[in-house]
């Protein structure tokens, strides 16, 4: 399961949330697309990334991986609402709830990514079959994979790790806007979260 909660504290303060968002206005409304900077390329050394990943994400995203099919990240995934599927490594937006589908695999699919720019498709030719690769364009973190047995509209069927996604529901995307910044190692010093489990 993803440790990194960059944006957890943002989910005790809810009435200061709403109220900066009134004051911040017109700029929330670019909250779907605001990578302004998601072009910029992500690199980092293996060490680094070590910092940031656990275990699992860390074999996965960076060492092209696959985490275990209806593992329990597999349920949570199931589980979540509305919201958005970002690179758990870069934090690029990838995909979005309402493109999710229960491909019967046991990894998270989706029909469609968010956006094609946001993704690379690579041949791979391992394990003696051509699959297309899904990559995070901006930091080349493995995601997994895209088939073309999915469902309508596009028919493809992109089946990712969840080890590679940090899901961010609806209701956080729009309290966190304000301090995407203030991700990273700070977030230890947080609140802890209430568990919900
Ligand atoms: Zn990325």
């Excluded at 997994?144 to 899901?167: I, Q, W």
Aim: aromatic residues 8%; charged residues 40%; neutral net charge.
């Amino acid at each position: 399961m993803p440790a990194i909660q960059f944006d957890a504290k943002t989910e005790t303060d809810d009435a200061e949330s709403e109220a900066s968002e009134a004051k911040t206005g017109a700029k929330d409304k670019k909250s779907d697309d605001d990578e302004a900077d998601d072009t910029k390329k992500v690199v980092k050394t293996d060490a680094e990334w070590r910092k940031i990943l656990t275990p699992m994400q860390l074999k996965v995203a960076r060492k092209k991986g696959t985490e275990p099919a209806f593992g329990p990240a597999y349920a949570k995934f199931k589980k979540e609402g509305e919201g958005t599927y970002q690179c758990v490594c870069c934090g690029q937006t990838l995909f979005k709830s309402d493109t999710k589908f229960d491909s019967g695999t046991g990894w998270p699919s989706f029909y469609q990514a968010i956006d094609e720019k946001k993704i690379r498709r690579i041949d791979d030719t391992s394990d003696g079959m051509l699959r297309i690769e899904v990559e995070c364009s901006r930091c080349d973190g493995h995601l997994g994979h895209v088939f073309s047995d999915g469902p309508r509209p596009t028919g493809e069927r992109f089946c990712m790790n969840y080890a590679s996604l940090k899901f961010v529901s609806k209701k956080d995307a729009e309290k966190g806007t304000k301090d995407k910044d203030a991700g990273g190692p700070k977030a230890k010093g947080s609140k802890p979260k209430e568990s919900k489990d």
